[in-house]
T-cell receptor, first 114, second 116 residues
Framework: NAGVTQTPKFRVLKTGQSMTLLCAQD?????MYWYRQDPGMGLRLIHY???????AKGEVPDGYNVSRLKKQNFLLGLESAAPSQTSVYFC?????????????FGDGTRLSIL | AQSVTQLDSHVSVSEGTPVLLRCNYS??????LFWYVQHPNKGLQLLLK??????LVKGINGFEAEFKKSETSFHLTKPSAHMSDAAEYFC??????????????FGTGTRLLVSP
């Protein structure tokens, strides 16, 4: 029962460093999402993907890039980390476009940028 | 665009007393609404969802929510709080991006504190 797995769970970076967050799902879901969670703001959508090889911008895409080379994986990249990107990042997946289908979440990656 | 407003940032109850977490929504069409729970250092877990089949929706762990169109509300309730219910709760509405794909719009969360 793996569901959605995020790697790593914690990371500390220095300003200007780069890194990639990995999300893997084993439910054969088409849609995958990256969110960031900041205190008092709920979750905000960074990027999403509606299938292998496709990605699109969410509400807060600046400073992030994504790739979906395989259906089960969705990668989030920070090219040059900034302190404003200190946050908890969640990956989610869902079966498809039907609006009443819930999203399944990973346990999050806690990222600090110094 | 769809939106949700969670009316309380914190709610404190005693163990064994009822829980009420309030959520109002704004929608231009019949919405799909969800409640998610987040325990410390964990991801979000679905508690229940409303999809127009019934206005009273039962979820896991004894929680339920009632969809009231006239009040544009979707409040979460539980008759008797347990210590393990202490967590953050998110009211969520399903919306679509400008390219027609499903996205979720989250409320800002309500932290439930349960005292012995």
């Amino acid at each position: 029962n793996a569901g959605v797995t995020q790697t790593p769970k914690f990371r500390v970076l220095k300003t200007g460093q780069s890194m990639t967050l990995l999300c893997a799902q084993d439910m054969n879901h088409e849609y995958m999402y990256w969110y960031r969670q900041d205190p008092g703001m709920g979750l905000r959508l960074i990027h999403y993907s509606v299938g292998e090889g496709t990605t699109a911008k969410g509400e807060v895409p600046d400073g992030y890039n994504v790739s979906r080379l395989k259906k089960q994986n969705f990668l989030l990249g920070l090219e040059s980390a900034a302190p404003s990107q200190t946050s908890v990042y969640f990956c989610a997946s869902t079966i498809g476009i039907i609006s009443n289908q819930p999203q399944h979440f990973g346990d999050g990656t806690r990222l600090s940028i110094l | 665009a769809q939106s949700v407003t969670q009316l309380d940032s914190h709610v404190s109850v005693s163990e064994g007393t009822p829980v009420l977490l309030r959520c109002n929504y704004s929608s231009s069409y019949s919405p799909s609404l969800f409640w998610y729970v987040q325990h410390p250092n964990k991801g979000l877990q679905l508690l229940l969802k409303y999809t127009s089949a019934a206005t009273l929706v039962k979820g896991i762990n004894g929680f339920e929510a009632e969809f009231k169109k006239s009040e544009t509300s979707f409040h979460l309730t539980k008759p008797s709080a347990h210590m393990s219910d202490a967590a953050e709760y998110f009211c969520v509405v399903s919306d679509f991006t400008n390219t027609g794909f499903q996205k979720l719009v989250f409320g800002t969360g309500t932290r439930l504190l349960v005292s012995p």
